[in-house]
Structures are given as structure tokens and as C-alpha cells.
């Protein structure tokens, strides 16, 4: 009887050990993804979205230089050329664009821009599901998953963070694409290339 006893108790105790996600010894398996199929923005230029904040100068024409924010439609304002698309473009390409429409009123030597992004405002993801602070977040720099899910407090203790998904948008008409990620797995350094950057319109679910 005291045997048993104590192997019911060896149990309950193991139970409440093995309840909390942290502790959890075997890894969950989800269906196999190519992680390196997913764009790592790092990598490449920054491109511009609502709420930017960009400085354009053109040289030693400073009636036509301005710090226009990119409006909600995508599109910014620029004296004497006025609207131009911004949304989706590089800084790089923005200076280009401009550069060829004001060679229609100044003359090609004069026609020298410079284009800056004084404030990243269109960086931002969602966090939903079983975390401690699930809402829509910002930042000025890129971050990964676990990143982002630490930045809204870590997954609760209802949670079940090795199923979390990340839904990012695919081509027009089509669903968003579902990247499984094992949260516990990329802490212990298991899963490292799980850890995926966030694109800006992302959406990190934590059930």
C-alpha cells in the first residue's frame, strides 16, 4: 500500500512538472516547412510603407525639398511634382522617380536628390492568442518571432507555444501562408532557423 502510495504521488508530481510549456521534454512535430524560402528583409533595401517619415533634398533648391510622411493611400507630396507613389519602393527607387520628374522643370545638373527615412512607422505585427500582452506592436528595427513574442510578454501559462503560427500574406487572392514555429525549441537553440523575421503585416498566433 505505502508503494502505491508513493508512486501515486511520484505521478502527481511529475504531472504538475511536466504542465508547464518551459519544461517540456519532447518536441512537438509540425508538418516540415522550408524556412529558407521565407525573405529575410535584413538582406535587402528597406522598403517604404504608410507612416514614414522620409527627408528629400534637392541640392541648392530648397523650395523644393520637403520631409513628407507616407500617406495611408501609399503616396507622398513633392512641390512643383506633386503625388508620387512611395508604398513598396526603396528610398533608392523614391530618388529616382523624383529625380526624373523634376528634370521636366530644372535643368539635369540641378536635378540632384537626396532621400532619407527619418522615422520607420510601417514596421508593425500582430500578436495573438496565449500571450501576456497580445496586441499590435511597432518597432524601428526588424525582429524575429521569438522576438516579437517576448517583446508582448511571452506566451501565458494557458499557452501552447509550440504550435504557434505565423500568418503572412501571399499573392492577391490567395490565403495567407501558415509558418509553423516551436517556440520552446528555438530557445533551446534546437529550432534556430524557426526563428523567423518578421515582415511588417504579420500576424504571430500563440493558442
Known sequence: MANRATSKVLLLMLGIGSAGWGVSGCATTHP???YRSEPDPRTHDFVLGPSDVLKVSVWRNPDLSAEPVVRPDGT???PLIGDLRAAGMTPTQVRQEIERRLKAYVKDEAAI???AVT??????FVL????EKPGAYSA???????????????PNR??????????RAANPGEPPRRIPVDYPQILTGRRSEEDVVLLAGDKV???
Do not use: C, Q
Open 32 to 34: 516540415p516547412y522550408d
Open 158 to 167: 494557458f499557452a501552447s507555444p509550440e504550435n504557434t503560427l505565423i500568418l
Open 119 to 124: 522615422a520607420i512607422n510601417s514596421y508593425r
Open 113 to 115: 536628390v537626396t532621400v
Open 128 to 131: 495573438s492568442g496565449n500571450v
Open 140 to 154: 524601428n528595427h526588424y525582429l524575429t518571432v521569438s522576438e516579437a513574442i517576448s517583446l508582448a510578454g511571452g
Open 76 to 78: 507622398i507630396t513633392m
Open 205 to 207: 498566433y500563440v493558442p
